[in-house]
């Protein structure tokens, strides 16, 4: 499309724009008053953020869930590009209904239910096989299964999109099937692979329902941390840590951001010149 | 293939492949297709399957708090003992059936005022030129990649009694006493249009970017005020992304249990928070089960419905 918006859709933009940030912006501004009441304004103060550094129970569950994060993102790009592969690359296979449908079913299905449901199969498995206990490990297990649909749909639409003819050049000149596809197609969902990773890290590190849902005792992840602290009241600490967190994904999203596009843009350029070379005798 | 195809059609003995290769032709695509089938199976669906069986168990008072219905008796017989308890429970005590009809008016209504204000919003970024719409996109991709928990938390920064609304609305001399917004209903249907706003705009974008203004022009030529073009070709065309963006939003905002704990009030009973309640506080898994299956059993249609038309647009 290519009509100029009107001014009154181009206001309710920006309206919508602001309705998103204005509460993430107004927490920041508390973050640093030194009064422990919102209502009050206490003068410029950093003394939350020195009290966040101080907390060894707020730590340790970022730590936890940090480490949560990474191994459930990393299994999750595993499992939900070769869900992608699959459904991209083998046109008919057995399962593959199976195969879509719960892969799409994650991203709408309510967590309490995915939670709940994961959680009356893990305490089956324990009473049956002995594993798994539940804690850090029933936590990874559960993000892995909710993070690896996002990684799919997102990897396949990149699939999609791929020029298929370079890897049938390289498998002509000798590469075999899977040599070919790391050689050609791999660089090409690269950056698809790198930001579906860093979702699952925010997703992972953000679930409250499913966690607490399939943790165990004595696996207290950051969001169970901050929701019971939330739910108990005053929590200028927290303004402290969100601050923190909001200040760091959007720095982190900014520079991936320009950092895949720059990258894209390099490939783009690269893959132009070589066309034009090749017409060029 | 190259090095049997390059062979002399005369030589004696056909080139066999080592079996190892063959296999691999026939049966290897199963290397890729096995591990998230069988993961996805074992950890999302098969879940599924022992809710139901616990759905039909008796409560009981050890760990797990659940009976088995599958026992072996004294003559080996294997007896299945279905508990249908739980089921009629569920409908004889009207909170559950209350707190569902009520979760699916808050999500129909928020829904549906995320796609007023969220096609506006997507319209303007699809008419916009390509650099700033570049911008736009990550303008509105930002916030969902920032904790969902904090931003529910942010927001009871604004609506509280102190907060910036009232201060902003007090000083306009708007109103005269601050607005009591929080722990009310208004505030959980204000939490889920923050939270999911993104969800909406940008399955809406993809739809409107991809339509050709050339039908709009046609439409205008033939005489048609902006209006009805919009009524008649836009609108239309759109609907992929009008039902994938409400589906995207109506789904989870069902179950939401985060908005209506955090911002709503202590009577504020949508189905994710008596479903907490059940399994945290009275720790009746049995009953946990059954709502669980109930719901997901109303859950099936709108799946289905955007699973249709997601897998139609991915495939496309």
Redesign the interface.
Known sequence: ?????SP???T??FA??A??????L??IA?SFNQSAL??VWGGFSTVWYDRLLHNPQILDAAWLSLRIAITASTGAV???T??A??LV??RR?R?RF?????????????????G???L??F??ML?TIGWPHRGALTIV??H???C?SYV??TV??RL?SADRSLEEAAM?L?AG?VGAFLDTTLPIIAPALVSSW??CL?LS??D??ISS?VSGPGASTL?MV??SK??LGVTPD??AL?SL??AL??AC??IA?ATL?RAERQRLREQQFAERSEAAP | MTIADSRPASSPAPYRRPRFARWMERHGKWLIIAPPLAYLFVFFLIPFAFALKISFADLTLRVPPFSDILTVGANDHIRLALNFANYKYLFTDDVYVLSYLYSLRTAFFSTLICLLVGYPMAYAIARSSKSLQNVLLMVIILPFWTSFLLRVYALEGIIQEHGVLNWVLLHLGLIHRPLMLMQTTPAVYLGIIYSYLPYMVLPLFATLEKLDASLLEAAADLGSPPWRAFLDVTLPLSMPGVIAGSMLVFIPAIGEFVIPSILGGPNNLMIGRVLWDEFFSNRDWPVAAAVSIVFLVFLVGPIAIYQHYNVKQLES
């Open positions: 499309m290519d009509q100029r918006a009154v859709l181009m309710i933009l919508g724009i309705f998103l940030y204005l509460p993430m107004v927490l508390y919102v209502s595993v499992l939900g070769l869900a592969i699959a690359r083998f296979f399962g199976l195969l879509t449908g719960m892969v799409n079913a994650p991203l709408v299905m309510p967590e309490i239910i995915t709940i449901t994961q009356l199969l305490i089956s009473n297990i559960a892995i299964a909710f690896t799919t749909i396949q639409s999609q002509d000798g099937p860093l979702l925010t590190l953000d409250l329902v849902l969001p901050i929701y939330v739910k927290i303004n969100a967190i909001i994904v959007g999203v900014l951001g596009r």
